[in-house]
């Protein structure tokens, strides 16, 4: 039994803070933007100061997402399950890189403690913060990659041929003495190289521009605090619950043959 700090809590609260855990796990159900139920888990480990959201989309896409608060670094993996009869891989994996800003996710300490009550409820998020388009114009080189977050070699392993970042983030991480030589600035369309989207392309072996969207359907974005009254008057703030967000995402990014880049066809 978690012992809760006060009654008041249960009241209005659908998620609850207890327990001194270092290691929490939540599962939550969501629904996503093709209609289907999915379970999303929200793994935190407030010792190592990171969580791992994941979920598998009706189509089998495996999604993660990862906050490194360490090094303010967050990482998105996308396992794709391949048509072998299209003569492509079991699965093909895309890794983006990125910035971790303020207020995307609550801390790991506080994702730790997060409890729900009727954990069978689908759940949907309070704010809706719309999609974000990222142009990951730059490749990482898998091997160094771990400066940038140690987590890169266990969440990225499956994508070390696709792993890419934004240059505008690479620029921040060279101000912060990141080695420069594990970044290479992939091709763009200039007035001697014209690359399309890859949904326009008609030739399966040209290189193109894919995208690939997705759309977190449920974060616990930032904390709510209650105000409490003593008896002598005085008002304190203390940590009460949580805001959930949805949040999606349109990654861009350079492929050599449109064969990579299967999903994104015109419908
Ligand atoms: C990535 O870095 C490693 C270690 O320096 C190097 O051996 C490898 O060739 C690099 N990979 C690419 C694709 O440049």
Same mark, same amino acid.
């Given at each position: ?12 609260? =659908? ?7 270092? =290691?929490?796990? =939540? ?14 888990? @929200? ?15 009706? #189509? ?7 906050? #490194? ?20 891989? &079991?699965? &093909? ?6 910035? @971790? ?22 759940? &949907? ?19 160094? !990659? ?22 505008? #983030?690479?620029?921040?991480? @060279?101000?912060? !003495?990141?080695? !420069? ?10 007035? =001697? ?22 759309? @977190? ?12 009254? #003593?008896?002598? !008057? ?22 050599? &043959? ?10």
């Amino acid at each position: 039994m978690c012992p809760l700090v006060s009654a008041r809590h249960l009241v209005w609260l =659908l998620l609850l803070w207890c327990c001194k855990a270092s =290691l929490g796990e =939540l599962k939550v159900r969501v629904r996503l933007e093709d209609g289907q139920v999915a379970e999303e888990s @929200l793994l935190a480990d407030s010792e190592r100061d990171c969580i791992t959201l994941e979920f598998r989309k009706a #189509d089998g896409t495996f999604i993660t997402y990862m906050a #490194d608060f360490k090094q303010e670094v967050k990482i998105f993996r996308i396992l794709i399950l391949g048509e072998l009869e299209r003569g492509q891989s &079991q699965f &093909q994996a895309l890794c983006f890189i990125t910035q @971790l800003q303020n207020n995307e996710i609550i801390p790991s300490e506080s994702m730790a403690k997060l409890r729900q009550k009727n954990p069978h409820t689908v759940r &949907q998020a309070e704010d809706l913060r719309g999609f974000e388009n990222l142009q990951m114009d730059v490749a990482v080189n898998f091997t160094k !990659g771990i400066q940038l977050s140690s987590h890169i070699h266990n969440v990225c392993a499956e994508a070390r041929e696709a792993i890419y970042t934004r240059q505008e #983030d690479v620029r921040a991480w @060279l101000k912060k !003495g990141v080695d !420069g030589s594990m970044f290479e600035v992939l091709p763009q369309s200039s007035s =001697l190289l014209v690359l399309h989207p890859c949904k326009v392309c008609s030739h399966d072996w040209k290189a193109c521009i894919c995208s690939y969207r997705l759309s @977190l359907e449920w974060i616990p974005c930032s904390l709510k605090y209650c105000k409490t009254r #003593d008896s002598s !008057g005085k008002t304190t703030s203390y940590k009460c619950g949580i805001r959930s967000c949805q949040k999606g995402y349109m990654f861009h990014f350079y492929v050599t &043959q449109k064969q990579l880049c299967l999903w994104d066809e015109e419908t």
